[in-house]
Each structure stands twice: as C-alpha cells, then as structure tokens.
C-alpha cells in the first residue's frame, strides 16, 4: 500500500517556467490537501479538495493552481514560477469523518528550487 | 489568516530528560492534533484531542486539550533519540482544513 505519493521528489526550475506537481493516493479518500513548508513557517495551506472535480482556495492560493479530475489524483500547477514559490510541497489526503479518527495522510514531499 | 503561535521554536535536552511544549490561539478550535515530523518525510499523526479538558496520552506522549480551547500542550516523559524531528500542532475550525503551527524543533542528545 503505497499511501499518498508525490511527484517528482526534486526539481529545479528557472524563473518563469510552469511545471505540475502529482499527487496520488490509493486509500480512496474523499479529501486531498497541498501545503507549503518554509523555513520557521510551519505548514501552509495552498489548496484543498473535498471530492472529485471540487477545488477550494487555503491560507496562501496565489501563483498557484490545482485540478482533481480523478479521485486518486490532485495536480498542483505553477503557471510562471517564481523564487517565492522555492519551497518543500507536502500533500496530504483523508477520508470523510472526524478528523483524528480520519487524520490527514502525508506525502514525502516535493522539494522545489526555483532560481 | 488564523494564527497558531507554537513554542518553544526550538528545544535542545539530554537523553532521559521530559520535554514540554504548546500551542495557543487568539481563535477557538474544535479539534487540536499533534503531528511529528522526521527528517525528509511528511508530518505523522501522533495524538488528537476533541473535547477541551482532554488529557490523551500515546506511550510516553501526552496531549491536553486546554479548558478554554484556545490552547493545546505536549508533554514527552523520558526523551530517547528517536525523539528527534520537528513537532506541530495543529488547529481545526471548519469540517475539512487544519491550521498549523511553526513547529518545535526537538533534538536530543545520548
């Protein structure tokens, strides 16, 4: 059981460029989650999803977009990226309920460098 | 946005020693949830609280829910090495998002 994969691990990217970061998960759960972690700044909501084909905005949505068009699968895209955006993306996933009897899974995380 | 002011930022102490740390909010929560994170790996759920005044405890950690939900503590009795990683709280309000903490930085010394 794979639980909740990131793609790729590593990128470099240059000012500019756009790029798609994978999620997947094969737990079948209905919530899907991107963060962003920086330096002394804890976790930070990007998006969020509650469901196939549904999308909503977190703490810090801009520069950012996302698309759940399968159930497993959450892409967070980066249209023209920028060295603010340099930064270690997690994405989590849990089923429906309580959420400590349904706690939120976490990827490894993608590490982003973007010069 | 909703802010978690989590402390201490940093902890360094000696194998054996018992660890404190917490979380509080200018905010009311319904959910507190502590999570541990290991280097270059993604936050592990470790203990979650939903009633304030709960006390909760998982082998040598134990949680409080504080009475007036505006706050949450972690105690860790008799550290071991593998104590070691970055620890965070975190807040629930709504039915679906969580906000975190900045973390506390734990290292223990053999």
């Known amino acids: 059981n794979a639980g909740v994969t990131q793609t790729p691990k590593f990128r470099v990217l240059k000012t500019g460029q756009s790029m798609t970061l994978l999620c997947a998960q094969d737990m079948n759960h209905e919530y899907m989650y991107w963060y962003r972690q920086d330096p002394g700044m804890g976790l930070r909501l990007i998006h969020y999803?509650?469901?196939?084909?549904?999308?909503a905005k977190g703490e810090v949505p801009d520069g950012y977009n996302v698309s759940r068009l399968k159930k497993q699968n959450f892409l967070l895209g980066l249209e023209s990226a920028a060295p603010s955006q340099t930064s270690v993306y997690f994405c989590?996933?849990?089923?429906?309920?309580?959420?400590?009897?349904?706690?939120?899974?976490f990827g490894d995380g993608t590490r982003l460098s973007i010069l | 946005g909703q802010q978690l002011n989590q402390s201490p930022q940093s902890m360094f102490i000696q194998e054996g020693e018992d660890v404190s740390m917490n979380c509080t909010s200018s905010?009311?929560?319904?959910?507190w949830l502590w999570y541990k994170q290991d280097p270059g790996e993604g936050p592990v759920l470790l203990i979650a609280l939903y009633k304030a005044g709960e006390l909760t405890s998982n082998g040598r950690l134990t949680a409080q829910f504080g009475i007036t939900r505006k706050d949450s503590f972690l105690n860790i009795s008799a550290s071991i090495p593998s104590d070691v990683g970055i620890y965070f709280c975190a807040g629930q309000r709504g039915y679906s998002t969580l906000t975190f903490g900045k973390g506390t930085m734990l290292l223990v010394s053999p």
């Open positions: 999803s509650v469901g196939e084909g549904t999308t």
């Open positions: 989590a996933s849990r089923a429906q309920g309580a959420v400590g009897n349904q706690p939120q899974h």
């Open positions: 905010s009311i929560f319904n959910t």
